[in-house]
């Protein structure tokens, strides 16, 4: 079983900065594709930004240029640095973990509970 906990959401102004932290537990070979999903009630959830284990990333272009994903792969944590924040990302903050528990096993996706980034104007 593998838990993904985060952790960094509130409440901040337009313009200011969080960072949101997603810590992987539990018994896993690898984690080769990690990330952050957001949602708003009544919408599908969206990509925000991934990173592979090598740092390749991918950034949605919403975000790209205020967001900086990031991960610890020895503390098997995902970051998400969000600077200049605006209302429109307010959001529900998953974090995403592809993760592959045995070598003889294929990596399945697990989702973090979720926290809640509201950025007022």
């Known amino acids: 079983q593998v838990q993904l906990v985060e952790s960094g959401g509130g409440l901040v102004q337009a313009g200011g900065s969080l960072r949101l932290s997603c810590a992987a537990s539990g018994s896993f070979l690898s984690i080769r594709l990690s990330g952050w999903y957001r949602q708003v009630p009544g919408k599908e959830r969206d990509l925000v930004a991934t990173?592979?284990?090598?740092?390749?990333?991918n950034v949605a272009n919403s975000v790209k240029g205020r967001f900086t994903i990031s991960r610890d792969n020895a503390k098997n944590t995902v970051y998400l640095q969000m600077n200049s924040l605006k209302p429109e990302d307010t959001a529900v903050y998953y974090c995403?973990?592809?993760?592959?528990?045995?070598?003889?096993?294929?990596?399945?996706?697990?989702w973090g509970q979720g926290t809640q980034v509201t950025v007022s104007s």
């Open positions: 995403y973990a592809n993760v592959r528990r045995h070598f003889w096993t294929t990596p399945q996706d697990s």
């Open positions: 990173i592979t284990d090598d740092g390749t990333t």
